[in-house]
């Protein structure tokens, strides 16, 4: 094998695709497993580190239209909150289809930015398209790439942020307060943050449900992100079974293995992201639409992908 070409945080931060060609990708790839059925990519295996609730994730795929596949390991790590440590490490390693070991690299931005991405084409297919005020429940890094994300497809007038730890809420609002033409600000309560808003997110490693029917009015969109193994939740039973609401997975087979919010309630899913993307989605405008996002391999290494022909592209130049 030739010398590993490893991109750490920094170059791949350097080489990441622009904000527009990433969302058009990743929507081709939903589209591309879902109604061409042409990405080979099993539910992933997740081992629980014991007497933790630490877990060492194994997501392959293989991508044959754009001659790669690959795999992500990443550690979900919630307890490194405390410690000041990212709760996401992993690593991307990128093949070509003969089997050569094309690169690895960081996965920290590409999870934090695909996931907000699909969260965001998801919320296009279903909100509705004037929404205007956008509740994200949680603070970490998905909060920002989430609240990143939906505002370049949004003209929201109004972002609110709720956090179990209020000031983890305030910074971030610090943090991002250039971020776009709209107001951003802490709520006191989940209930709050929701009231009349259009699109909600949770983005928490919480356990226990935090979102609740009567959080959500009627034809809102809510993007479900933490909670993705069978012991976890976002979501409470009032919601998950409220005859008003559809379910939308980034991936059939793998919500009925990993979604606690799913396993737990009963609730059946309706539809997946690729169908919804190329075949829209007719509504009740007085109907929840619910995307449960679990995060799937195939954008990992259509990511890792980019950022390698961007690599290659630099390289040719100079
Ligand atoms: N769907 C995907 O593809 C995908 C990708 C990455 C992360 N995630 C999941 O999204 C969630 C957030 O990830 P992150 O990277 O932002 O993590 P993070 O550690 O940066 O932030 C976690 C957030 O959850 C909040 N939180 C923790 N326990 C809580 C509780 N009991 N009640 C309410 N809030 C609580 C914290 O205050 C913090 O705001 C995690 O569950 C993570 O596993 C999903
Ligand atoms: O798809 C992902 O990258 C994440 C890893 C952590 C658990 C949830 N899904």
């Keep these: 094998m030739s010398k590993l070409l490893h991109f750490c945080a ?18 081709e790839t939903m589209i591309e497993y879902s109604v061409k059925e042409s990405i080979v990519q099993p539910v992933r295996q997740q081992l629980t580190v014991p007497n933790t609730a630490d877990r060492f994730i194994s997501m392959p795929a293989c991508v044959p239209s754009r001659g790669v596949m690959g795999i ?9 909150k405390e410690k000041c440590l990212p709760t996401h490490l992993g690593c991307i ?8 070991l094309l690169c690895q690299m960081d996965a920290e931005e590409i999870t934090a930015k695909r996931t907000a991405i699909c969260s965001a084409l998801a919320s296009k297919a ?34 609110r942020v709720w956090n179990r730890t209020k000031s983890r809420a305030e910074k971030l609002v610090r943090e991002l307060h250039d971020v776009g033409n709209f107001n951003l600000c802490v709520s006191d309560t989940v209930g709050s943050a929701c009231s009349d808003a259009d699109i909600v997110c949770t983005v928490t490693s919480s356990s226990e449900p935090v979102l609740f029917k009567d ?55 309706h539809h997946e992201l690729g169908h919804v993307l190329h075949f ?30 961007q690599y290659l592209s630099e390289s040719t130049r100079s």
Excluded: W
């Excluded at 920094?10 to 929507?27: D, G, I, N, W």
């Excluded at 390693?93 to 050569?100: D, N």
């Excluded at 004037?130 to 994300?149: F, N």
């Design 215 to 269: 959080h959500v009015k009627p034809g809102a969109h809510v993007n479900v992100v933490g909670a993705s193994s069978p012991t976890t939740r976002e979501v409470g039973d009032d919601l998950m079974l409220s005859d008003n609401l559809v379910i939308v997975a980034d991936c059939l087979n793998a919500i009925k293995l990993e979604s606690g919010d799913v396993i737990q309630s009963g609730a059946a899913p």
């Design 72 to 80: 992500k390991v990443i550690c979900a790590v919630p307890s490194n």
């Design 126 to 159: 279903l909100a509705n398209p004037d929404s205007k005020i956008l509740a994200v429940i949680g603070a970490g890094v998905q909060a920002e790439s989430h609240i990143q994300a939906l505002s370049q497809l949004f003209n929201f007038s109004e972002i």
């Design 93 to 100: 390693q990128l093949y070509g289809l003969t089997g050569e």
């Design 280 to 309: 829209p989605l007719s509504r009740d405008p007085d109907q929840i639409t619910l995307f449960k996002n679990l995060g799937l391999a195939c954008q990992d290494v259509v990511t890792a992908h980019l950022i390698y022909k």
């Design 10 to 27: 920094e170059e791949v931060t350097r080489l990441f695709p622009p904000f527009l060609v990433h969302l058009e990708a990743l929507k």
